[in-house]
């Protein structure tokens, strides 16, 4: 079935690439979802309703009908467009993410804290309606997302056959928002084998991740779309538990309770507790940070609810006719 996206500006189109930009920066980072940029910004349900039409009938469209018309139906220029502009953030932000994770863990968990908390406000104002579906909906969702935070990661072998397997998990997990991609990544033990085949630019074990991906972006965005259509206020309460239970992830002041050697031989977390900032500051004779880490939890809060307001934006211009043409 095709879908009738609201036409875009270039002007549109380039806020569209930031939006894609913005959802790889929170992909690359465990316990951020760019299924939450994506809500947050007001692409979710087109991002659904496109994936879901790339299928056996959009196939028959383009052997019958020709090129334009299986574009207009898979909304293939807003996929475009939005898939570069994450494809852009990944390959240019994963190093840096990643050492900036290791050079000041607490700022930059602190920030995520405060993106997240942000996105969980947003969510619930975005129900419509609280009834005990709703609520059962949070608290399972809750629960199910802390227990597999709160996981130990296990080492999976990084052969091709896992690699794919790890990419149509982790694609499922970075359109839900809430649950990280890169977070299940982390569990799986392969994290640090994908982010450095990025910044190696390892083109055949990536061909294999991206080949899980698609496949499973492609069937997991049709039980999503099905839910959000069918289910509309369950669904984002069960999104918003997601989020919830998901906090429990980025929690700023850890304490590492078993470690492991990876491949290289360096010494990794993998059980960690969190513990209170002048707690963490006892056992490990650091400084907690407490100030400055509250300082960019603000500033994440604040850059989320500027986001949405930027997007809300966007999305009335969109609304308008160009050139005096309605929307079609």
């Excluded at 930059?108 to 908390?117: C, D, Y």
């Excluded at 609520?135 to 990084?158: D, F, K």
């Excluded at 630019?201 to 991740?209: K, Q, S």
Aim: with cysteine.
């Amino acid at each position: 079935m095709a879908i009738n996206p609201p036409q875009r500006t270039p002007k549109q189109y380039l806020a569209l690439w930031l939006k894609g930009l913005a959802m790889g920066a929170a992909d690359v980072v465990p316990g951020v979802s760019g299924g939450t940029v994506a809500f947050i910004s007001g692409i979710y349900d087109e991002l659904l309703d496109s994936l879901k039409n790339i299928n056996p009938q959009a196939l028959h469209t383009l052997l019958t009908k020709g090129v334009g018309a299986f574009w207009a139906q898979i909304n293939g220029t807003f996929l475009t467009v939005l898939f570069s502009g994450i494809l852009v953030s990944v390959l240019t932000l994963a190093k840096v993410i990643h050492h900036a994770l290791e050079a000041s863990p607490i700022l930059v968990w602190s920030f995520f804290f405060g993106l997240v908390l942000a996105s969980i406000f947003y969510m619930c104002r975005s129900i419509k309606g609280w009834g005990i579906q709703e609520l059962e909906a949070v608290a399972v969702a809750t629960v199910a997302a802390a227990a597999i935070t709160m996981s130990g990661a296990t080492q999976l072998p990084a052969s091709s056959g896992f690699i794919f397997l790890a990419g149509m998990l982790a694609i499922c997990a970075m359109i839900l928002p809430g649950i990280s991609g890169s977070f299940i990544l982390l569990i799986l033990g392969l994290y640090p084998t994908i982010i450095t085949a990025i910044t190696d630019f390892n083109i055949v074990l990536l061909a294999i991740f991206s080949g899980g991906c698609a496949i499973g972006l492609l069937s997991f965005s049709r039980c999503l779309s099905w839910c959000l259509h069918r289910f509309r206020q369950p669904t984002l309460a069960l999104l918003t538990g997601f989020l919830i239970g998901s906090l429990n992830a980025i929690w700023p002041w850890k304490i590492a309770v078993e470690t492991t050697i990876n491949r290289h031989g360096k010494e990794i977390p993998l059980v960690q507790e969190n513990v209170l900032p002048w707690l963490w500051s006892d056992i490990t004779s650091q400084s907690h940070q407490l100030l400055p880490a509250c300082v960019l939890a603000l500033t994440g809060m604040l850059l989320v609810l500027g986001f949405e307001a930027w997007s809300n934006r966007q999305e009335m211009q969109s609304e308008q006719p160009i050139d005096g043409a309605g929307v079609q």
